[in-house]
C-alpha cells in the first residue's frame, strides 16, 4: 500500500511503500509518550525503506535517546534508534534503526493516507503505561514487546500486503 504523509506545517512530506499498513500495535514506553506528546500511547507503521521519498528533508531534525528499556547503545552512548521530526512544527514523523536499515517505522499520526481499521488491537511496553490510561481488557497486553512482529502479525491474519 501507498503511503502518503507530512507533518503538521506541511514542510515535510514523504511516500513510501507499506505491506503492513494496519495500526495495530500501540506503544506506551516513555520514549514514545514523551516525544510524540500524545501522553497514552503511539501507533507504529512499518514500512519499506528503500521505497521511501521526502520532500522538504532540509526540515527534519533527528533526536536519539540515552535512555531505553533494551540498553542498548552505539559507542556514543545513544540508543540505535533515530526518530525524525519537524524542526518547525515537532511533529515526529518515523523512527529508523540502522540494526533495521530495510525497515522505517511511521508514527501513525503523521500518515495522511486512510489505514485499514485493524481486527484487533494490542498494547506493547505496559509496564510503561501512563497510569491514566485505560486499556480494554478484549485487547492483547504485553509488559514488554511481544514475540510476534509487526510482519507477523500481519502475516498470520492474512493481513500482509493485502491492501
Not at 49 to 71: A, F, P
Not at 80 to 93: A, N, P, V
Request: aromatic share 10%; hydrophobic share 30%; charged share 25%.
Amino acid at each position: 500500500m501507498l503511503l502518503r504523509g507530512s507533518c503538521h506545517c506541511g514542510k515535510v512530506r514523504y511516500t513510501v511503500e507499506s505491506d503492513t499498513p494496519f495500526p495495530f500495535s500501540y506503544c506506551h514506553c516513555l520514549i514514545c509518550r514523551k516525544l510524540a506528546g500524545s501522553g497514552g500511547s503511539t501507533v507504529n507503521i512499518m514500512a519499506n525503506t528503500k521505497t521511501m521519498k521526502v520532500r522538504g528533508e532540509q526540515h527534519l531534525s533527528i533526536y536519539r535517546s540515552n535512555l531505553n528499556d533494551r540498553n542498548l547503545y552505539e559507542k556514543d552512548g545513544l540508543g540505535y534508534s533515530r526518530r525524525h521530526f519537524c524542526k518547525h512544527c515537532g511533529t515526529m514523523m518515523w523512527n529508523h534503526n540502522n540494526r533495521h536499515a530495510h525497515w522505517i517505522y511511521l508514527f501513525a499520526s503523521s500518515v495522511d493516507t486512510p489505514l485499514p481499521i485493524p481486527p484487533d488491537v494490542r498494547h506493547t511496553m505496559v509496564k510503561h503505561k501512563a497510569a491514566w490510561t485505560v486499556i480494554s481488557d478484549k485487547d492483547e497486553i504485553f509488559e514488554q514487546y511481544p514475540d510476534e512482529s509487526i510482519e507477523d502479525w500481519h502475516k498470520n491474519r492474512d493481513l500482509f500486503g493485502s491492501t
